[in-house]
């Protein structure tokens, strides 16, 4: 009876192959609207008193002018000594600065250099009152339309927005738990990936497995009963070594490791978008989503990100506490295990480069680096921040150092660069960190590359170049989702077409 099931078994599964039915969700989802219903935060600050909101009148942002090391290194120790907030990273060539209105006179006397007056009045672009408590006129977001990339959401929104994609679509999409930080907030995400083709692959292998072993076991009878003649031998047929699984790779990406670099979870949120509702309608996107496990996750620095909505627009770090009561805060793109704090950060708790009293202290970065080395099967990662337009390759603490794999990482980093340019127009710089920037230890890329074994490994500055910095309009949200979800595509394909190795599908 077993040998009879077994072409029935056979011929089902062929044409469950040739003929796979894409998600009943993914399909449901074109040409209708799905909505999730919007609510305020969670975690309410005991005094919801908008007039709280921080204030940043006569504040200006300048554009400084580095000509030499020497003229740089004056710049990093004003900024030290003074405390002020860069909003570039310190490279020779030009660095952008928040200066307030009272150390105006005293930085330009300090620093000479000739600079522009990029935001003469910050407070112009900042809202009056905290948003995250201002009511919104929509009582639920449409994800379908591109309306919801319309705006900036506070972490609420974005939390059920991920929590919604997970209920939709939950043949495509699971929740992944990356922990929880110092103000109680959990930071998770979604790991997209097509589980349903991924159960059929592995049944269909299982299947042509045991169907070898019953003929193998039939030769092996044949030969007994009939003896080796050379007629028969063609039936003696060999057992095959078992062929190792082909357990998909992993791609980590991830926004808001900064709290004011709103853009961040904006385009990761859309990113994780496109490879949902492409899911069984592009053939690009499906062939992406079969073979790899997306993980992402909108904002990693969640109490921050809560805190620039409701007390502080111009926030950097985490709310952590350090050894200065007034200054809290950890920079988590400067507290990564790899050559910490070798360079490029500031030991100084009360910077917005505070590198932390150890690496790993910060607990956004540690959550992140133990998901990376459980899976084991991280093969690319991309942290997203703003502003300045690059694509970023490692090192950033070492500039001595080369990674093996640079050919490959920079070929696929200007691939994507380009890909991104052919849909809006907007160029992106591609090099390591210490060559179109400067020295900056404690970053994450840095160590996914080298202690992480991400080999496909990037830190992306989106939009814009500075007119606007952190405060990019929220009219250049989606271009800005658009344009990088086909860097991200590009960057995918990339990877599965040039390390065959790893054993995709197709």
């Known amino acids: 009876m077993r040998l009879l099931t077994i072409p029935v078994a056979l011929a089902l599964s062929v044409l469950c192959a040739a003929y796979p039915q894409p998600l009943r969700q993914a399909n449901n989802a074109?040409?209708?609207?799905?909505?999730?219903?919007?609510?305020?935060?969670?975690?309410?600050?005991?005094?919801?008193?908008?007039?709280?909101?921080?204030?940043?009148?006569?504040?200006?942002?300048?554009?400084?002018?580095?000509?030499?090391?020497?003229?740089?290194?004056e710049l990093e120790a004003a900024v030290e000594d003074k405390n002020l907030d860069l909003w570039s990273n310190l490279r020779i060539g030009t660095v952008d600065v928040r200066i307030p209105s009272s150390k105006i006179d005293a930085f330009k006397a300090a620093i000479p250099f000739p600079s522009t007056v990029m935001i003469p009045n910050l407070q112009d672009l900042v809202p009056d009152h905290a948003p995250a408590f201002t009511i919104q006129a929509a009582s639920s977001w449409n994800y379908t339309d591109n309306s919801f990339w319309k705006n900036y959401h506070d972490l609420a929104t974005l939390n059920n927005f991920t929590e919604t994609m997970v209920q939709q679509f939950p043949d495509l999409v699971t929740r992944t738990s990356m922990g929880f930080t110092y103000e109680g907030r959990e930071v998770f995400g979604m790991t997209i990936h097509g589980y349903k083709k991924r159960r059929q692959m592995e049944a269909l292998e299982e299947l042509v497995e045991e169907?070898?072993?019953?003929?193998?076991?039939?030769?092996?009878?044949?030969?007994?009963?009939?003896?080796?003649?050379?007629?028969?031998?063609?039936?003696?047929?060999?057992?095959?070594?078992?062929?190792?699984?082909?357990?998909?790779?992993a791609i980590v990406i991830h926004g808001g490791q900064h709290a004011r670099e709103w853009i961040g979870p904006a385009v990761v949120s859309y990113i994780a978008k496109e490879l949902i509702l492409g899911y069984g309608n592009s053939k690009k996107i499906t062939r992406l989503v079969d073979q790899f496990e997306f993980t992402i996750v909108p904002v990693l620095n969640v109490d921050g990100y809560a805190y620039t909505w409701e007390h502080n627009r111009m926030w950097r770090k985490n709310r952590q506490p350090t050894s200065i009561p007034f200054c809290p805060g950890i920079d988590p793109n400067r507290n990564w295990g790899y050559k910490f704090a070798t360079g490029g950060s500031s030991a100084n708790p009360c910077s917005d480069a505070y590198h932390g009293p150890e690496a790993f202290a910060a607990k956004e970065p540690k959550m992140i680096a133990d998901y990376i080395l459980k899976k084991e099967n991280v093969v690319g990662y991309i942290d997203f921040h703003s502003?300045?337009?690059?694509?970023?390759?490692?090192?950033?603490?070492?500039?001595?150092?080369?990674?093996?794999?640079?050919?490959?990482?920079?070929?696929?980093?200007?691939?994507?660069?380009?890909?991104?340019?052919?849909?809006?127009?907007?160029k992106f710089a591609v090099g390591s960190v210490c060559k179109i920037i400067y020295q900056a230890s404690g970053g994450s890329l840095d160590w996914t590359y080298a202690e992480g074994g991400v080999k496909y490994s990037y830190a992306v500055e989106l939009r814009d170049t500075g007119l606007h910095g952190f405060l990019l309009p929220e009219d250049e949200i989606l271009p800005s989702s658009e344009e990088?979800?086909?860097?991200?595509?590009h960057l995918a394909n990339f990877i599965r077409k040039r390390e065959k190795q790893w054993g995709y599908w197709v």
């Open 484 to 489: 990088t979800f086909a860097g991200v595509l």
């Open 387 to 426: 502003y300045s337009q690059l694509w970023m390759t490692p090192f950033g603490a070492d500039c001595s150092k080369i990674p093996k794999d640079d050919e490959d990482i920079v070929e696929a980093g200007m691939g994507a660069a380009k890909a991104l340019k052919d849909v809006h127009g907007k």
């Open 211 to 249: 169907v070898e072993e019953l003929v193998e076991e039939a030769s092996s009878w044949w030969s007994w009963m009939f003896g080796s003649s050379s007629s028969s031998s063609k039936l003696n047929v060999l057992k095959k070594p078992s062929k190792p699984k082909k357990h998909p790779k």
């Open 30 to 73: 074109q040409g209708q609207q799905i909505t999730f219903d919007s609510f305020r935060p969670q975690h309410q600050p005991a005094s919801q008193n908008n007039n709280a909101y921080a204030r940043f009148d006569d504040q200006q942002v300048l554009r400084v002018e580095v000509s030499t090391l020497e003229e740089l290194k």
